[in-house]
């Protein structure tokens, strides 16, 4: 019988392994851009895409674009200065009218003006960002930074109070019309969901 050194059979035993490589992580990727149209029927408040989502970020980034059905009037003219809802999110694990930040739009004196738009302990804040031209994307960005939220577009921002700090946590909002009317006739909204990296 034929004694072989353990030292021996280690090595025959790794020589006959598959050969070992170092396995280098992959850079974490930016999240896939996601691009939906929404559709507020004529007659309604919400849009077609609606579902929940929960939502866990510090900062949500997304462009838009409006076309010519944003031009709208309003059956009553004191509801024309009503913000209509655009994106976002509700925040500090809350129901959205008690703490919520997102874009708001209307149409405005000949104008589509967009909005931040928040509520703060149940107290309804909304603030103008700036407007847009129709057909153009418009790239948006709600941060969630400590005790406050800044909106930003196309490089302006603007500040509003937030109720908590950290991360933050709730559910997706989606685009709504109104105040007080629905929509006149059909809105199409497209909104593209962007890599959450900084302006």
């Not at 909106?151 to 105040?179: D, H, I, M, W």
Request: glycine content about 8%; charged content about 20%.
């Amino acid at each position: 019988m034929c004694c072989i050194p353990a030292a021996l059979l280690s090595c025959c035993a790794l020589s006959s392994c598959e050969q070992i490589t170092d396995v280098v992580p992959k850079q974490e990727q930016p999240q896939v851009d996601r691009e939906a149209i929404y559709t507020i029927k004529e007659g309604f408040h919400y849009a077609d895409i609606n579902s929940y989502k929960r939502r866990t970020t510090d900062r949500l980034r997304f462009s838009v674009v409006f076309d010519s059905t944003a031009i709208y009037t309003t059956a009553d003219p004191d509801n024309q200065g009503d913000i209509n809802k655009l994106y976002g999110l509700s925040d500090c694990g809350s129901a959205h009218h008690t703490n919520s930040a997102r874009f708001g739009w209307r149409w405005y004196n000949g104008k589509l003006e967009l909005h931040a738009y928040t509520y703060f302990n149940n107290e309804r804040n909304a603030a103008y960002v700036g407007s847009v031209t129709l057909g153009e994307p418009a790239i948006c960005e709600i941060r969630m930074e400590n005790k406050k939220y800044v909106f930003y577009l196309n490089g302006k921002s603007v500040s509003l109070p937030r109720a908590c700090t950290g991360t933050g946590e709730g559910y997706q909002l989606y685009p709504y019309f109104g105040g007080d009317e629905t929509a006149p006739h059909d809105v199409t909204i497209t909104i593209r969901e962007l890599p959450e990296v900084m302006i």
